[in-house]
Nanobody, 127 residues
Framework: VQLQASGGGLVQPGGSLRLSCAAS????????IAWFRQAPGKEREGVSC???????????DSIDSMKGRFSISRDNAKNTVYLQMDRLTPEDTAVYYC??????????????????WGKGTLVTVSS
């Protein structure tokens, strides 16, 4: 499985960005794909996940800071998952990664971890 994240860049506080994750090479019919991020000097954290079996969900530690601002979606015809990010703040500055686990729901993947990771895309929120 290969994942390619794109769409990062420099944005002003309050602005928006949409990240894309193009996926290919799946061998199973269903899978979970999620966005993670890692800010400078901080641990990687989960942002949001989407799967056929349990829909969309936020990672527990991200709900308070991201719900209402970040939204995950997918285009099955393009095998692409998106992360729409609105009302960005400097605290959202990070490298954003997409990752996937085949044959898994989002909830299952939160316990077992992801199998495949793409290279990240840098999001910088600054005036």
């Amino acid at each position: 499985v290969q994942l390619q994240a794109s769409g990062g860049g420099l944005v002003q506080p309050g602005g928006s960005l949409r990240l894309s994750c193009a996926a290919s090479g799946f061998t199973k019919d269903y899978y979970a794909i999620a966005w993670f991020r890692q800010a400078p000097g901080k641990e990687r954290e989960g942002v949001s996940c989407i799967s056929d079996s349990d829909g969309r969900m936020y990672y527990p530690d991200s709900i308070d800071s991201m719900k209402g601002r970040f939204s995950i979606s997918r285009d099955n015809a393009k095998n692409t998952v998106y992360l729409q990010m609105d009302r960005l703040t400097p605290e959202d500055t990070a490298v954003y990664y997409c990752a996937t686990r085949e044959g898994s729901s989002c909830l299952e993947s939160m316990y077992t971890g992801m199998e495949y990771w793409g290279k990240g895309t840098l999001v910088t929120v600054s005036s």
